[in-house]
């Protein structure tokens, strides 16, 4: 209570972004009791019939949900794999490149952070259109192979997704790791070149253990959206036809309670999945602890 009464002015510049996530991450929280409805906006929470758990042991036997999470599990772990390490290279890059490269390389790759998921899938409805599309032209002419069907295809479409991740998420990861990398105390680096350690040494025996604890942090995060799925990338680009290997968790609740009026099964299927998440993040949390010694929580 006293350290909050000598620094009010510090907490006072929180407070509008804790009342954000109060009212925006733990409020909707409330409606969580739907899921135990047989649930009618029309009649309201009241006039609903409780069922107990009947929604979520439906959840639990519905194949096309086994199949919705296979597919978010299956695009999120590959975006991590993908992502994480290619945005540790990058930020490497940065810190070792001359500083007017550095810069034009380090805009070039956040821009994409800031374009919208809308945005991006007309980029690439017309970047991999099979008639006339970029990509598609480059491998009629140069390659000789007949066009591809990218974004209605089974088999390409949960790809287009995850690289396009690593392209728009890349540069902004780079960003964070590169911060830490800027706090580091310079006199290591300065201990290490006499020691005869060159610019691949320090950045192995350096660079990279100084920014343990901030990998280690951001691992966990990200491993905890192992099980939540790109919603808004996915909607805007997916297609019936790629059901099988393209919708996710969040597409499959959309259509049931937006499209099939299901909304207590909708949000059964929400609660298990953010349950699954915070078991695996509790779970990565404690192998990394158990692991390197180091924990976010």
């Known amino acids: 209570m006293d350290e909050i009464k000598s620094n009010w002015i510090l907490y006072l510049f929180v407070f509008p972004a804790f009342l954000t996530v109060l009212f925006f991450s733990y409020g909707p929280m409330v409606f969580l009791i739907t899921s135990f409805f047989d649930y ?52 490497l890059f940065l810190f070792e490149a001359s500083r007017g490269y550095k810069k034009i390389v380090q805009t070039a790759t956040i ?18 259109a099979p008639s006339g599309g970029l990509v598609n032209e480059i491998l009629v002419s140069v390659f000789k192979i007949k ?45 290490a070149t006499l020691d005869g350690a060159g610019r691949w040494r320090q950045m192995v ?6 920014i343990k604890p901030t990998l ?14 790109p919603f808004e990338q996915v909607f805007a680009q ?30 059964a299927i929400g ?4 349950i699954i998440a915070t078991t695996v993040v509790l779970i990565a ?3 990394l602890l158990k692991k390197t010694n180091e924990r976010v929580f």
């Open 40 to 91: 009618n906006p029309i009649r309201g929470l009241m006039g609903s019939r409780f069922i107990g758990f009947a929604n979520f042991a439906r959840a639990i036997n519905d194949k096309y949900f086994w199949q919705a999470f296979g597919n978010t599990v299956f695009i999120k772990t590959s975006e991590t794999l993908i992502t994480f390490p290619l945005s540790i290279i990058l930020s």
């Open 238 to 267: 997916y297609h019936p036809i790629v059901y099988d290997t393209g919708d996710i968790v969040e597409t499959y609740s959309y259509r049931l309670g937006l499209s099939q009026y299901k909304y207590g099964f909708a949000v």
């Open 147 to 191: 066009p591809i069907a990218f974004l209605t295809t089974s088999s390409t479409f949960r790809w287009v997704i995850i690289l396009q991740d690593a392209w728009k998420y890349g540069g902004y990861f780079a960003v964070i790791y590169h911060s830490a990398m800027i706090a580091i105390d310079t006199t290591l680096f300065e201990v």
């Open 271 to 274: 609660f298990i999945q953010s």
């Open 216 to 229: 280690v942090t951001m691992f966990v995060l990200l491993t905890g959206y192992i099980v939540i799925g």
């Open 111 to 128: 821009l994409p952070y800031f374009i919208s998921w809308i945005v991006v899938s007309a980029m690439f409805k017309n970047l991999l």
């Open 285 to 287: 949390n404690f192998v």
């Open 205 to 210: 025996s350096v660079t990279l253990p100084s």
